[in-house]
């Protein structure tokens, strides 16, 4: 019964979405077209995992879902940085976190938590390291779930 | 409904990933001191001898200070004063409430139902979880099924992330089944099975647990008390932490089954969260004052439908909210709605209009006494619980069959059995009728 009745539906759907031309949010989070697509190692995200132990989970929490009071790192953080590039979400790190010893990690550490929690957020890792200098994270816009970007950027933080 | 097949990314995600890294940074809730615990048995359909007991560690509790007892106007409990008789069907999950996300269509469904009896004291940390899946496809606006409790405070939720949120609903308050709860703080009442929620799922509700705790708090002290904290007597006429054997109703369990068995199926997790629970607190004989020898008091946090509903429907419709009163038969309705990104938050009617077969109702019924505004406290004695609330004195029998947590399950008769109520009652009226008023 469910079985057919799950199979009945998909193929009402796939036509539906046929005929509506194909939008449909992709489940993973894809790179960005317009510049230079992201790009982390697995190592870069795994020293990010140990840094975020350090200094971040304390407030974000062990599985960063944050906590009344913190943000969340996944979820609404895809909201609240989409149509941004990556220097920003890095600047901001480098200058404001963690909250204890702001600006008290080196560019390397942050661009690895950068990496670390894009991979928490289901960005696929890639060849090529993520840069630590601004100039070349400028090139690099905030992955985004799905085929189509916000044109707006979120304004209203958690 | 995992015959679906297209739990997206993230639903997994949230299932496998998360906990991998860190576990070892997520002893907060392990800081707690060894206090009893707080939780409400009237939902959760434990004597109040084994929830809110001594417990097996052998600590001691502390004793309520002399003279903290204040004076008790008695609880006017007959069956003559019966106004009404409300029947609900908790809509409970096996393995708890669902929370992934399936793509339908050109949809993105995220699921928001099967809370059991903990829907009110988990919705809003649940909505967070929702709308927080919900924000990854950054929509502009999004829709809501349903207007009971859940999908209030996803509304709610969604809003104050910025999203143009209208609630699709078939009902509206006071129709919707949430509002016949009890509506007191129980967050782990018939939330789950140990076995099918597995390890994992603790973690998920102790998160869910204290956001809602936190968020409660911004409804305390406000005109017509939404949200407030009462004394509640735990009373008994033999000595507390005699543990209770519950009866099965059958042989296996409900892995062998598909319907739980046995009380001892259901999952418990309000321990971790007791750090910032009042635990019980024993009153000393000669501080009683209640005919029973033996007393103890916590303060419960409840939940006051009429003034609670009707700010939360007004907090909505300020923020801009609209509310379409439509009704959905399957997920391929969807098509017809111009949000793309939808928070599917139906309660038990998602076993017909989702086809999710894991539901399973869970009856519960409570009697309705005119409101005493001069009692305010609540007792529970011999498996019935009365509560005075604002819209009236609730009074639930919640172990009339000696079964705890599985009195009521797979029973779908939502209709009341007056002779249930008037014992209930009648149980309380008897203890009141021995109790003699101090004067203050």
């Known amino acids: 019964m469910m079985a057919f009745n799950a199979l009945r539906r998909r193929d009402v759907w796939l036509s539906a979405c046929i005929v509506v031309g194909g939008f449909a949010y992709a489940p993973q989070v894809r790179g960005a077209e317009r510049t230079g697509a992201v790009s982390y190692t697995a190592e870069q995200a795994e020293h990010g995992a140990a840094l975020y132990k350090q200094n971040c989970a304390v407030c974000h929490g062990g599985t960063l879902d944050g906590a009344f009071d913190t943000p969340s790192l996944r979820g609404r953080l895809i909201s609240n940085w989409s149509g941004t590039t990556l220097d920003k979400v890095f600047h901001y790190i480098s200058k404001a976190m963690p909250l204890f010893a702001p600006g008290s990690l080196k560019p390397a550490d942050n661009a690895a938590i950068v990496a670390f929690i894009l991979r928490e957020n289901d960005v696929a890792p890639g060849p090529r390291e993520l840069p630590s200098d601004e100039g070349a994270l400028k090139k690099i816009s905030f992955p985004s779930v799905g085929g189509k970007r916000a044109k707006k950027t979120s304004s209203t933080s958690p | ?440």
């Open chain 2, 1 to 440: 409904m995992r015959g679906f097949g297209v739990d997206s990314a993230l639903g997994k995600f949230d299932i496998v990933r998360r906990r991998d890294v860190f576990a070892g940074s997520l002893a907060l809730g392990g800081l707690a001191a060894g206090r009893a615990l707080a939780s409400d048995p009237i939902a959760a359909g434990l004597p109040a001898s084994s929830a809110g007991g001594a417990k097996a560690t052998g600590e001691s509790e502390r004793t309520a200070l002399p003279g903290t007892i204040p004076p008790l106007v008695p609880i006017r409990a007959h069956v003559d004063q019966i106004v009404d008789i409300k029947v609900c069907l908790r809509p409970f999950r096996p393995m708890g409430p669902r929370l992934d996300v399936e793509r339908i269509g050109d949809k993105l469904v995220v699921h928001n139902y099967g809370h059991g009896g903990s829907g009110w004291s988990l919705s809003w940390g649940s909505a967070e979880i929702a709308v927080g899946k919900a924000l990854t496809a950054l929509p502009r606006q999004v829709a809501v099924i349903g207007c009971g409790i859940v999908g209030l405070t996803s509304a709610l939720v969604a809003q104050r992330a910025g999203l143009d949120v209208t609630i699709y609903t078939k009902d509206m308050l006071p129709h919707t089944r949430s509002v016949r709860a009890n509506g007191s703080w129980t967050p782990d009442s018939r939330i789950a099975l140990t076995t099918p929620a597995g390890p994992e799922f603790g973690d998920l509700w102790e998160r869910m647990a204290r956001y809602s705790w936190k968020s409660y708090r911004d409804y305390l002290g406000l005109p017509g008390n939404p949200i407030e904290f009462r004394d509640s007597y735990i009373l008994s006429d033999k000595p507390f932490g005699s543990t209770q054997e519950f009866a099965s109703t059958g042989p296996g369990d409900y892995a062998s089954n598909g319907m739980p068995r046995s009380a001892s199926e259901f999952a418990h997790y309000s321990d971790r969260i007791r750090d910032v629970i009042p635990a019980a607190e024993v009153i000393a004989a000669h501080d009683n004052p209640f005919p029973v020898a033996y007393a103890k008091r916590e303060a419960v946090m409840i939940f006051n439908f009429g003034g609670y509903g009707h700010l939360l429907l007004s907090e909505f419709y300020q923020a801009g909210g609209k509310v379409v009163i439509r009704e959905f038969h399957a997920p391929s309705d969807l098509k017809g709605l111009k949000e793309k990104v939808i928070i599917n938050c139906p309660g038990l009617a998602a076993r017909d209009w989702w086809s999710d077969k894991t539901l399973i109702p869970v009856r519960g019924q409570t009697a309705w006494l005119p409101p005493q505004p001069d009692v305010k406290y609540g007792v529970r004695y011999n498996g019935v619980s009365a509560l005075s609330k604002s819209d009236g004195i609730l009074i639930q029998g919640f172990n009339a069959s000696g079964l705890g947590e599985m009195d009521g399950v797979g029973n779908s008769f939502e209709h009341a059995d007056r002779m249930e109520a008037e014992n209930a009652v009648t149980t309380i009226g008897g203890l009141f009728s021995r109790f003699s008023p101090r004067r203050g």
